[in-house]
């Protein structure tokens, strides 16, 4: 080894030790007659002490050290006199007897401190440099600590890893593939999973019991901050379970996480709401309860007073927000801004204050006496000093601009304390989700989700009724993962393909395998999936998944550090039997 | 759960307890009154008792539970009269009161037994079902319990596990690329990874110290039984090292593994030979050392006698083989014909036996007199009784065929015992390796390995003679891993390119990334890539990793199960700007 100790270990208890260590220079000092290095490594800064009266040349060395430069150095470990109580090494630093450089560096392009003076493209393009960076490396080493405790509490509860392959084969259903041509078989193109859905299925009709794996998946979409064409899922299935038995050995492992990770012991069993409620009360499936500030409905309190809008509007829903009655006209004019936005899409926002006088002023004066108002304030059950804001028109527009509107609240009112972890389940998701512009039903989770039994009769009247047997775990806010009871049956999976729209020779040809599994004895069977990268982000604080990722690709899903993706050899493009298109005229 | 117990667990200690378990029915037999069901799942077999007597009504619809029906059940558990001693669960039964079917089964194509009677084809086809049986279960069980071992090693010694890209560019060097065209940069392809070398080499240099991943890697080769296109492997990177430290952290590994799988302590330290001499002595860079039987050079004393094949020959080497003076004429025959196999290629085989008397017999009685084999005999050390397998030509392929003939000869003298381990690290490799149809000399390990600094003068006047800080893991005569101590000198790795035939361009275009990051404080770093299926297969005791694999591919690439590689829609193909090209014309 090229040092004895790493730059984070030493401390008063290594006075007078001689060690060596290895490391990048952080920072050089020269205070004329000393010279002050901090040097840095994985675990750490230890301070470096170069002294020029008792070794003027050593010294001199030193000074023209540069930033990031590697160096080797031995010296005696001394207590420092000006402690810093900041770094575990702050007590004691190491007087240098002999030097070496290992390698020299180029001034970075950009500064390697927690804050950085690098932009987001130089920063990607150098991103061995920017991993340098503190938080950077934070983040993936909280990834890797939460990787390590995912696999302890799965495997403690008999989980078994097994590999599914990543050569598989492209089904059009669902986001698009990433495909491989195999050279071997010329014309023919392996895919790269989506999922592992039908192979982890295969190995519960395997008899392998309780399946994980933390693998990659692979999806061809367009790019935005929270998703990667590449990313991790935590991917699990379990037979003869059914949905509760999975909920209870998933929450067991986020409270072994949260344990693990943040020291957080959640005594109480996680909420569980159904999906139906969860739109009702949050006008989301995916509901932070960090906050109260549920919806209420006003329809009955608000129509056939006049207000047009109103007495048209299909769904009229308030929130109450505790203490805001004090808004300023700038403020409520911002949120009506807010609502108006093109990705929210509200007409108008109604407010109505809850004075301390007991009296409310609101934006639809002109309609509602203060006798109307009050019974608002009953229902949404505000108080003297509290804001009411309302919102209609067809439920599920309005339902979704309310949920914006309510996470806006709740950070405006600080009550979404990213310290403060608030995991719900979901439950009860519908089966189908009607594609208006395909005009045809598709599966909400995945064609594979067993509908609620006593509900199938609804399949051939009113498809959108039928609900599943499918979960979300939610956190803050976050979809962490989600799942489902599979169907094990072949006939009831043929006619889910059916119900997709699958003709009998698509479904066969695309799932034939699996419908023939299902013959030879399948189990009851359900799993989940986990985004890892999601969760590892949740866990880190922020919303951004590619902070947790060493080397993510960029927006047009490029790695602008490796120039890739990139052009091929012709020979390359020979033997795989393929021609590139010439570009189209535009 | 749909059960209270597994079919492992239940044993004498829980007689008289109502129990509900699921699983496979494995065999059903009516004995008239009686009938007896196996019942299966992960963890065991549980014999259920169903009673003529009792329970007519029960019986008769257990008589009819075909094979591998899932099915519930529940009952008592009492002591069995006559008890198994093979199974944990030997000593119990359960009388049913409650039989619930699942799921039914048709006939599975094969027996579902430790021998099935279904042959490779038809097995790959119902992969499922012939993971159900319980060798390839256990093969997987051994997976998943290794791979944990080794995490828990790592872990324990304070490595990272990171996550690097599965998109990233092809390089032509090496083997050759798995490609994935890219949809929103078209015309442009990403390559599956051979191996993570560059990324882990990157984040050394942003300072993670010690990095491992358990990674798919990726390789479109010609494939045979122990090649598969995608494989996983252990990859490992540190900082701050030399060669001895990485081979100490490693061989520690091993013997955690070791203990951990196999309850082996390996007290001792690995044997570590230099590749020189493990050619020299076992004509291997993979020696199986669980036996002697080194070779002994013998030109010395065979040359110079009017044996013209040995006086042409540049080599002439034999083996003593213990006790094999017996063998007879048939024997010694076989032995001919398999060195003279077209892929080992001796063109003969001369062999002295030595006789109790003291006398010797040789192949090669015409050329050589009794005095003359006394001294080959002492040369090898060979014992009356033994038997001297001598071959001879030029030294490469010579000791290449006395290789494959050493390993027979200790197959045939059981000195192979898949009991034994035998573990040794090779040191030293060749820096280069000439390959003589591309008249050019290309890296034996990759171009990243970094040369011995004292022998850096010779790659300029005699390249082939430069060694590398490489070395190999070896365990009983299969590379189960290798690494290198790498380059970390931008000119010495731009120095090594030009070597390898690389053009400045080429090498900056293809590792231009790698050599600038070189440029910005890289510190001295090394690994090792270790092969998880090979180690995997070698603690089961079998040399074929498909057998280890949950879902392999066949030898020409295809997944028979899943039907894949496969036609993609003309849409994907449009959006991917590509044209498939019409088969060529035989």
């Known amino acids: ?217 692979f999806r061809d979409e367009d790019l935005r901050a929270d998703r990667q064409p590449e990313f991790t899922q935590i991917d699990c299935e379990m037979s003869f379970v059914e949905q509760n038995d999975i909920i209870e050995i998933f929450e067991g492992m986020a409270k072994y996480v949260f344990k693990e990770i943040k020291n957080i012991d959640f005594k109480e069993d996680f909420p569980r709401i159904k999906y139906d409620d969860a739109m009702r009360l949050y006008g989301s499936d995916k509901p932070d309860i960090r906050f109260g500030m549920q919806f209420v409905e ?81 229902k949404v059950d505000a108080k003297a000093g509290d804001l009411i804001l309302v919102l209609s028109g067809d439920t599920d527009h309005t339902r979704n601009a309310m949920n914006e509107l309510r996470l806006e609240m709740g950070e405006r009112l600080g009550l979404r304390d990213r310290n403060n972890y608030a995991p719900l389940w979901v439950v009860d998701f519908p089966l189908l989700e009607w594609d208006a512009d395909n005009e045809r039903f598709h599966a909400m989770h995945h064609p594979f989700t067993s509908p609620k039994i006593d509900e199938m009769h609804l399949l051939e009247t009113d498809p959108g009724k039928v609900h599943a047997n499918a979960y979300d775990l939610v956190i803050n806010g976050v979809e962490i993962g989600g799942g489902s009871i599979r169907i094990y049956d072949k006939d009831m999976q043929s006619q889910m393909f059916t119900h997709l729209g699958f003709t009998k020779e698509e479904a066969q040809e695309q799932f034939g395998f699996l419908m023939s599994a299902f013959e030879y004895g399948a189990p009851p069977h359900g799993g989940i999936a986990l985004g890892f990268d999601r969760l590892v982000a949740m866990f880190g604080g922020t919303d951004s998944i590619r902070d947790y990722i060493a080397f993510p690709k960029n927006n047009s899903g490029q790695d602008v550090m490796i120039s890739s993706p990139a052009g091929i050899a012709d020979g390359q493009l020979e033997e795989l039997g393929l021609t590139v298109n010439a570009p189209e005229e535009k």
Chains 1, 2 share one sequence.
Do not use: H
Request: hydrophobic share 35%; glycine share 6%; with cysteine.
């Open 1 to 217: 080894m090229l040092r004895t100790n790493n730059c984070g270990e030493l401390n008063i208890s290594n006075v007078e030790q001689i060690v060596t260590l290895s490391g990048w220079v952080q920072k050089n000092r020269d205070m004329g007659g000393m010279t002050f290095i901090d040097l840095r490594d994985r675990y750490g800064i230890t301070q470096l002490v170069f002294n020029m009266e008792t070794n003027a040349e050593l010294c001199e060395q030193a000074r023209k050290l540069g930033r990031e430069f590697v160096i080797q150095v031995r010296g005696l470990v001394i207590e420092r006199e000006s402690k810093n109580k900041k770094i575990s090494t702050g007590e004691i630093e190491i007087i240098v007897d002999s030097l070496t450089i290992l390698n020299k560096s180029k001034t970075p392009p950009f500064t390697i401190e927690d804050d950085t003076d690098g932009g987001e493209e130089i920063r990607m393009k150098y991103r061995y440099l920017d991993l340098r960076r503190n938080p950077l490396k934070e983040n993936l080493m909280l990834r890797n600590k939460v990787g390590f405790a995912v696999r302890s509490y799965l495997n403690k509860m008999e989980f078994m890893e097994v590999e599914t392959p990543y050569l598989i084969k492209s089904t059009p259903e669902g986001a698009r593939d990433f495909v491989v041509p195999s050279r071997m078989n010329p014309g023919t193109f392996y895919a790269l999973p989506q999922s592992p859905q039908t192979f982890k299925q295969l190995l519960m009709i395997s008899g392998y019991d309780r399946y994980y794996q933390m693998v990659k998946c």
């Open 298 to 378: 006003l329809n009955d309190v608000t129509q056939n007073k006049g207000f047009k809008v109103f007495d048209d509007a299909e769904l009229v829903v308030g929130i109450c927000a505790t203490g805001a009655a004090t808004y300023s006209r700038k403020v409520l004019d911002k949120l009506v801004k807010f609502v108006q936005k093109p990705q929210i899409g509200a007409k108008g926002l109604v407010y109505v204050k809850c004075n301390e006088d007991g009296s409310f002023k609101s934006s639809v004066d002109k309609f509602y006496s203060q006798e109307d108002l009050k019974a608002w304030a009953d």
